[in-house]
């Protein structure tokens, strides 16, 4: 079964030092090459432009940065001015004004104060500009700590910000219900890590009967919840369940990732949903293409015809 096995299996690859330098030797080599399919480019440029190709087709965009785990302060205070830089580059081109951001990028795997102040840095350019900035999940050992990141800065006064939850992880109903008591933002995921049976669900079944749980918390109290699902049984469940509650359209959005099912993105946004495309960028793309493939089988077998028209 394609599930936690093929994940587990990717999620190593990803972590390897060795895979990682041929792919990116050979990945984002030229406009055809394999890994751009998933990724909009290495630069900012790239991304902005990319951004600008969707909005054409009515959709909006949300902007992430590559990275993740950083080792050190200096790559931390790097990666969140890198992130005001972004920001100001958005707002500059005139696209839409919405960032991502993973917390591990700034820092929280060396100490939880060096990435609450990377992110507060980040909040303070995006409130002058006027920018919505969604909080990335990670593994699971990174969730209380992020959220108890947001949670102080949501009470303090940061408002323009939202947070990811997984459904395949056991926790993550009590976190629902947490982030709707705040007001938060959520964008709804099934996640993509390694994580151990006793933090996750291995099995897909149990994974998507938790997302349909959690979809429903959220359309019924949540903050203009983001549905972020390739899966069309997700999506048809979405839609019935907001149906059935007299819910409009508007009321939520559904969201997909960059290069992944344009089919049921342009039939969504035509049938007047809000959607979103999680847009990513950056020379750091591997460790997030890596998880893509272990999502989906049809990630693979588009890799392999690509790598072999390479050739």
């Known amino acids: 079964m394609f599930d936690m096995a093929s994940k587990a299996m990717f999620a190593a690859l990803a972590e390897s030092a060795t895979v990682k330098q041929l792919a990116s030797r050979y990945g984002m080599r030229r406009p055809t090459s394999f890994a751009r399919r998933f990724i909009a480019g290495e630069t900012v440029a790239e991304a902005i432009e990319a951004a600008r190709a969707l909005e054409r087709s009515g959709l909006t965009v949300t902007l992430d940065l590559l990275g993740e785990g950083v080792a050190s302060t200096d790559a931390a205070a790097a990666a969140t001015r890198a992130y005001g830089d972004l920001i100001q580059a958005v707002a500059s081109a005139g696209v839409t004004r919405n960032i991502s951001v993973k917390l591990t990028q700034l820092g929280l795997a060396i100490d939880r104060a060096t990435s609450f102040d990377n992110l507060r840095r980040i909040l303070d350019v995006a409130a002058a500009a006027e920018c919505f900035v969604r909080v990335d999940m990670e593994q699971a050992v990174y969730v209380e700590p992020t959220l108890g990141i947001v949670e102080t800065l949501w009470k303090i006064g940061y408002r323009q910000m939202g947070v990811v939850i ?112 999680y847009v990513p960028f950056g020379t750091e793309w591997f460790p997030y293409f890596m998880r893509r493939l272990g999502e989906r089988p049809a990630n693979v077998g588009f890799v392999v015809r690509s790598v072999v028209r390479e050739k």
């Open 166 to 277: 997984q459904s395949y992880l056991r926790r993550s109903p009590d976190d629902v219900r947490r982030m709707i008591a705040l007001g938060v933002r959520v964008r709804l995921v099934k996640g993509a890590y390694r994580e151990s049976r006793d933090v996750a669900f291995p099995l897909k079944a149990e994974v998507d009967h938790a997302f349909v749980d959690l979809m429903r918390l959220l359309l019924a109290g949540g903050a203009y919840p983001a549905i972020a699902t390739h899966d069309p049984a997700m999506i048809a469940a979405t839609r019935e369940f907001a149906e059935s509650k007299g819910l409009a359209k508007n009321a939520f959005e559904f969201q997909m990732l960059f290069g992944i099912r344009r089919d049921l993105q342009a039939s969504l946004s035509g049938a007047g949903y809000p959607f979103r495309v």
